[in-house]
């Protein structure tokens, strides 16, 4: 069911003195999350988002004392707590994206080079959840100074309600209290096994080992083929999926089955083969998790550079990408040392620069 931006805020803390509440929290959160989605990148921005949207928003919010004001907005904001936000915003998210079926999200880490970060990258680092059906970013973290994305993927699971999902890591995040907490959560896992882990890693290649030498007799399995052409390259993918695999380490959650994905890809003449190993906690079948694996590359390649494919925790928006969260981001609106040069009314006809005269040769 969806769930109203009332509902999923109302256990949000509202960080502001009675004497100071002029507008309501849900009035300034609601106009904030209806105006980023629309290319709002600034709190004037927003404001000016409420201003032309202010019959619409009367509709379904009080507004006791109109539309607030840009600094209202980068205010309230500052003074959120950003642990009960995210995960008011991945709960609203969450039930955005809720259809039938799983809900595939991918966990990723992304880096912005020219943020210099003391971090692992050397740069400011983030890791994201990202709704690879819906193409929303349901929550992220930053990573602290001085660390890597290990350390911030259980806080951004705990944000999420991954009840109804199946959740995709990259080997960055295969450790084992990553697929409790997904369980936990109500979710399902598929991570991958590589030689970061080579106690799980072995174990999943012996489980296919044992099966091939007995020519899959008794082995309860599943396979499917695919084949693509394009971008002058041809690619064949075989998934083998195996389930209830035996001799897999006690301290993996819920193992279902283990996943064998092969691949040969041709460009130019020359062709390349590679096995992909993954373990999940969902039955699915071999094209069903075959879509899974590959579609959590979308938070690599879906993502738009278009800010209307973002959300208020993306990195430059309001400041959740900063490890103390928006009190230390830069402020978005810059106080101006002289008079503050008014909006141009919604009324008034834009003003069409003169046409530069062509230069005649002498």
Same mark, same amino acid.
């Not at 100071?20 to 980023?36: E, G, K, M, P, S």
């Given at each position: ?118 971090? +692992?990258? #050397? ?5 994201? !959840?990202?709704?690879? $059906?819906?193409? *929303?970013?349901?929550?992220?973290? @930053? =990573? ?39 369980? +936990?959560? #109500? ?5 991958? !096994?590589?030689?970061? $882990?080579?106690? *799980?890693?072995?174990?999943?290649? @012996? =489980? ?48 279902? !089955? ?105």
């Amino acid at each position: 069911m969806p769930l109203s931006i009332t509902d999923a805020f109302a256990d949000l803390p509202d960080p502001r003195m009675a004497r100071n509440q002029r507008h309501q929290l849900v009035d300034i959160l609601t106009i904030a999350l209806c105006a980023v989605p629309c290319g709002a990148n600034t709190w004037e921005q927003i404001a000016l988002h409420g201003r032309a949207k202010q019959t619409w928003f009367k509709r379904f919010l009080s507004l006791p004392n109109g539309i607030p004001s840009h600094d209202t907005f980068y205010r309230v904001f500052s003074a959120l707590r950003p642990a009960a936000f995210a995960r008011a915003f991945g709960r609203w998210m969450a039930a955005a994206c809720e259809a039938t079926g799983l809900t595939p999200i991918a966990i990723d880490g992304k880096s912005a080079r020219r943020a210099k970060r003391p971090t +692992a990258t #050397g740069c400011l680092h983030h890791v994201r !959840a990202w709704a690879t $059906q819906n193409h *929303l970013t349901l929550g992220q973290v @930053a =990573v602290p100074d001085g660390s890597n994305e290990i350390a911030v993927i259980p806080e951004l699971l705990r944000a999420l309600d991954l009840s109804g999902a199946i959740v995709t890591i990259d080997a960055a995040g295969t450790q084992v209290e990553n697929a409790r907490l997904i369980r +936990a959560g #109500g979710g399902h896992y598929v991570r991958p !096994a590589k030689g970061n $882990q080579p106690t *799980l890693a072995a174990a999943v290649q @012996a =489980v296919f080992a044992r099966a091939c030498a007995a020519d899959f007799a008794g082995v309860r399995y599943d396979q499917h083929a695919a084949v693509e052409d394009g971008h002058g390259r041809h690619e064949e993918r075989y998934v083998t999926v195996i389930y209830e695999p035996e001799g897999i380490p006690a301290d993996g959650p819920d193992v279902a !089955a283990v996943v064998l994905i092969g691949r040969e890809r041709g460009v130019e003449g020359k062709t390349e083969s590679t096995a992909h190993y993954d373990i999940t906690s969902h039955a699915g079948t071999a094209a069903e998790l075959g879509r899974l694996i590959r579609g959590h590359w979308g938070i690599e390649n879906t993502q738009s550079d278009d800010p209307r494919s973002d959300n208020l925790c993306v990195a430059n928006r309001a400041g959740y990408h900063f490890p103390g969260g928006p009190s230390r981001a830069r402020r978005m609106v810059p106080s101006a040392r002289g008079p503050r040069r008014p909006f141009m009314r919604l009324d008034t006809p834009a003003r069409v620069p003169p046409r530069a005269r062509s230069r005649q040769p002498h």
